[in-house]
């Protein structure tokens, strides 16, 4: 499908203010994309298709999920928000027909993980970095975004892990796997 096409789709799946969110990551996704040389389309649709499962009732996302033959890992099922990222990386393929690289920004947008995309990260940050974001120092984050993506991703790693701890969740290791492997590999 086109842009406008999934647009059009995620429109009808979210509500109004979620779907206002969707626009400011795509909003977000666009400037960041410039900035580090990635397609501009790609970009688009998966900041646009990245929460198109968030709204799923949550029995159903384990339902759709298991449709999809998408493989829950035992955090993910204590903890259901996190199954929405997957769930629309499946989506946006069997749906919507995206390339795994605009799949994979949204499998990832939530977690992170080792080795993530120039892509991935883009998506990943615009997600905390869009016009509708308030928490934490998200002014700081657009800046650092703009010259370092690397060093925004480990300052935002740190501000989410440390917030998931704090309300006594479970810290997802793909999320600490993420935030090493960008430390370790820092120029």
Request: proline residues 2%; charged residues 35%; negative net charge.
């Amino acid at each position: 499908l086109s842009y406008e096409e999934i647009y059009e789709v995620v429109k009808e799946r979210l509500s109004e203010k979620r779907f206002y969110h969707s626009e400011c990551v795509v909003e977000r996704c666009i400037e960041y994309a410039k900035i580090y040389g990635v397609d501009i389309e790609k970009a688009r649709i998966a900041g646009i298709a990245h929460d198109v499962a968030k709204e799923i009732p949550k029995e159903e996302q384990i339902e759709i999920a298991e449709t999809y033959g998408v493989k829950l890992d035992d955090i993910e099922k204590r903890q259901i928000p996190l199954i929405h990222a997957k769930l629309g990386a499946e989506i946006a393929r069997n749906e919507f027909g995206c390339t795994d690289d605009i799949c994979e920004a949204i499998k990832w947008h939530t977690t992170g993980k080792e080795n993530m995309s120039i892509l991935e990260k883009i998506v990943f940050m615009a997600d905390a970095t869009g016009k509708d974001r308030t928490w934490g120092d998200t002014e700081k984050l657009r800046e650092m975004v703009k010259n370092d993506i690397d060093s925004a991703m480990i300052e935002l790693m740190k501000e989410c892990m440390i917030d998931v701890i704090e309300k006594g969740f479970l810290v997802h290791p793909n999320s600490i796997n993420a935030y090493n492997y960008i430390l370790k590999n820092k120029k």
